[in-house]
């Protein structure tokens, strides 16, 4: 990967790849109604998050497009969890529901780690839960995380080499950060992980082949912090205050960094939308193993 002569970064299009993706969705749910199954993915929402209802109302909407069974639970941010444990417990054993997602930030109340391991790792299209985690670690996953699945698809549509690569990906969270660099790692990549406490952040990024942010700070990484030539991965969504203009931007300074990289996503119209996609598939693959499983049952 080498500089491009003063020419601007090529966008990755996350909505144009989710819309590739998405076209064999609905095949795929067809068929399964052919063989007596229709996807079914159960979404719980609780508090009043802006954000969080943005997220669930984008979620439920692509469901419908793709031939998925959508359920809503929605609950105030003041309700017991016993409830919501209650709620999860139901969905486990109802045999239409082939993905639970239970949309995060949780009220304070809540143990999010309890109430993600609550739900059947069979069902846990999200990834989150323990087993899958563990599932993850070892190489042979059950359910990818949407975001690290999502960035993957990305890298594979642009043909990234991945193998030998120097992969450096900012942020360490349970949801994005950790499992990017598995994924990366399994791919071949040689990998570092930073965070808040990593020395000289700019050492590590200017070596990367592939750069993963994903660190919740808007603008953090900007064009002479990357490799020329390299491939950045825009995964955070941010909102600048008001007297800023109060537009949503990413990890990265885009337009000083689109001078430098090769090939850069951009926010919004990246990552996002393939979020949403990856989401769509695990749930799809939830129901097809379910299918196979019925069929045997059948069978006998």
């Known amino acids: 990967m080498t500089a491009r002569n003063g020419a601007t970064a090529r966008l990755i299009d996350g909505n144009a790849l989710s819309l590739k993706l998405r076209a064999g969705f609905a095949d795929r749910a067809h068929h399964l109604a052919e063989r007596g199954v229709r996807p079914g993915l159960a979404v719980i929402l609780v508090g009043e998050n802006p954000a969080s209802a ?129 994924l990366l790692l399994q791919a071949g990549a040689t990998i570092t992980v930073c965070h808040s406490q990593t020395r000289d952040l700019a050492f590590h990024t200017r070596r990367a082949d592939i750069l993963v942010a994903a660190i919740g700070r808007p603008r953090m990484i900007t064009g002479d912090m990357i490799k020329p030539g390299g491939v950045v991965i825009d995964v955070g969504i941010n909102r600048l205050p008001a007297e800023q203009g109060g537009k949503l931007c990413g990890d990265v300074d885009f337009e000083s960094a689109r001078q430098v990289a090769s090939l850069i996503t951009p926010v919004p119209g990246g990552v996002g939308p393939m979020t949403i996609t990856m989401l769509l598939a695990n749930t799809l693959e939830s129901a097809e193993r379910f299918a196979g499983r019925f069929s045997a049952w059948g069978s006998e």
């Open 54 to 182: 943005v997220y669930v109302r984008n979620k439920v909407a692509a469901c419908e497009k793709a031939g998925i069974r959508s359920l809503r639970f929605d609950y105030p941010a003041s309700i017991e969890p016993t409830e919501v444990f209650a709620q999860i417990e139901a969905l486990n054993a109802d045999p239409s529901v082939h993905g639970i997602l239970v949309q995060l930030p949780l009220p304070p109340q809540f143990n999010s780690e309890a109430v993600l391991d609550a739900i059947s790792p069979d069902k846990d299209v999200d990834g989150f839960h323990a087993q899958n985690v563990g599932l993850l670690a070892q190489g042979t996953p059950a359910f990818v995380p949407c975001t690290p699945y999502g960035v993957m698809k990305m890298l594979e549509s642009e043909n990234v080499p991945i193998k030998g690569a120097e992969a450096v990906v900012v942020g360490r969270s349970n949801i994005v950060g950790k499992p990017m660099g598995r």
